[in-house]
């Protein structure tokens, strides 16, 4: 969304409620029991009676963004600048939102952007795929990339001129990376990768598999990983801003960037917006 329009929803807290209404319940803003989804409802005093089941509720009840209790122009000013990549420090200073509010709330967005496209991740990758590992973590002495102390793995897999997908991983032997190579990529793909050990059995489990000896070179006609590797360095680049990530949270910050990612040219504000106001239904 461009400033110009962002400003026009962000005027009055009555504009910015309907904005938000509009998403949870369509043009119409017919409003539905979250519970149940029957749509024959009482009208309260400032709340809403179910017919069927019984079940009293606000307009926002049940809604992922209504885990954080602040304003509707404050919600809209948050997502605004974390999708603009502004620091929650900052963020808490601009809008004069104390810090613990608004980490909770940047700290929400993830978390729904994590069960979102977790959800969302039922396709398999299909065609050409890109397969490949790295390690995340603050610079430390002593070896570096596989077998460093200290680091967090992720395996990730690309699908060219398609999304990535990333997840981390306990280890990265054979048995990890190959069982979710199976459970992501369509058998009977192509799959790249460099010449790392824990990649050689895929051949037997349906895909073409090719290989790139990076202590050679880094590409081979289509043989390369680049594609992947240009995700790392989208990943790693943004996580440099931040002063430490804790294990708990780190899975949560990797789903942002998956996300910002394969958006990259999409509306991240109307994306983010849209699912904060669904139905909490996977809540991590």
């Not at 992501?184 to 790139?212: E, P």
């Not at 789903?255 to 109307?270: A, L, P, S, T």
């Not at 917006?273 to 139905?279: A, R």
Request: a positive charge; aromatic letters at 14%; glycine letters at 6%.
């Amino acid at each position: 969304m461009d400033i110009k329009s962002f400003q026009s929803i962000v005027k009055t807290e009555k504009i910015a409620h309907k904005y938000l209404l509009k998403h949870c319940f369509g043009a119409k803003k017919k409003i539905v029991c979250p519970r149940c989804k029957n749509k024959k409802i009482y009208t309260l005093k400032n709340r809403y009676r179910c017919a069927i089941c019984k079940y009293d509720f606000s307009v926002f009840t049940g809604r992922w963004f209504n885990q954080v209790h602040i304003s509707p122009v404050q919600w809209l000013w948050i997502i605004k600048l974390f999708e603009l990549e502004i620091s929650t420090r900052k963020i808490s200073k601009q809008l004069g939102i104390s810090y613990p509010t608004t980490l909770k709330a940047t700290n929400l967005i993830r978390r729904c952007i994590t069960a979102h496209t977790s959800n969302n991740s039922a396709d398999l990758l299909t065609g050409e795929v890109e397969a490949d590992e790295a390690y995340f973590g603050g610079r430390r002495k002593g070896k570096r990339g596989r077998g460093a102390a200290g680091k967090v793995p992720v395996f990730g897999i690309l699908e060219r001129k398609g999304v990535v997908t990333v997840e981390v991983v306990p280890d990265v032997t054979a048995k990890t990376l190959v069982n979710l190579t199976v459970k992501k990529v369509r058998r009977g793909s192509i799959v790249y990768t460099d010449k790392y050990r824990s990649y050689d059995s895929l051949m037997f489990c349906g895909y073409r598999h090719l290989t790139i000896d990076h202590k050679k070179y880094f590409s081979s006609g289509k043989v390369y990983i680049n594609g992947l590797e240009g995700f790392w360095s989208f990943a790693k680049e943004r996580f440099a801003k931040y002063h430490g990530v804790s294990k708990s949270n780190f899975s949560f910050y990797l789903k942002e960037m998956e996300f910002r990612y394969n958006n990259r040219y999409n509306d991240i504000f109307e994306i983010i917006v849209s699912y904060l106001t669904n139905l909490v239904v996977n809540r991590l």
